[in-house]
């Protein structure tokens, strides 16, 4: 329980503006061969998932604080990704889980206030997807 407490934890993390690398402990605990393959791909999203909801919350309700020091998002990227994000739609989210363009990208979707339901899902599609190609990856190697 504690391995996927663990795995949960780090998906959180990985999807906020810390960062954390959940794709390793994914790897680990995969690699050892005590876990099964869909409980970890299924805790790993749903962390992944989670911690794109609190930035999606982030961008609702805390856009106010974006010009002070200590929010999660330099002003610079969030206007890079306003502007892609402007662009392409609330279909950018499931790029949601592309290094560097992700995170902002679900706080600037709060901000924009997109659909909270329609986040859920597109972004689930996509971090899903990333972990799934992983695992595959992975299970194929071994």
């Known amino acids: 329980m504690t391995a996927y407490a663990g795995l949960f934890a780090a998906s959180f993390l990985a999807a906020t503006v810390f960062p954390f ?52 998002v330099k002003p610079e990227t969030y206007a890079r990704v306003e502007r892609w994000y402007a662009r392409y739609g609330v279909w950018s989210l499931l790029f949601a889980w592309v290094p560097l363009v992700g995170d902002p990208l679900t706080v600037v979707a709060g901000a924009l206030r ?6 859920v899902v597109l972004v689930t599609v996509g971090k899903l997807g990333r972990y ?11």
Not at 114 to 119: D, H, I, T
């Open 114 to 119: 997109a659909n909270l339901v329609l986040f």
């Open 132 to 142: 799934a190609v992983l695992v595959a990856a992975t299970l194929n190697w071994m």
């Open 21 to 72: 690398q959940s794709e390793l402990v994914l790897l680990g605990l995969l690699l050892s061969g005590d876990y099964p393959w869909p409980a970890l791909l299924a805790v790993a999203t749903v962390g992944n998932v989670l911690g794109a909801v609190v930035n999606w919350a982030l961008g609702r309700f805390f856009l106010h604080f974006r010009d002070r020091r200590w929010f999660p």
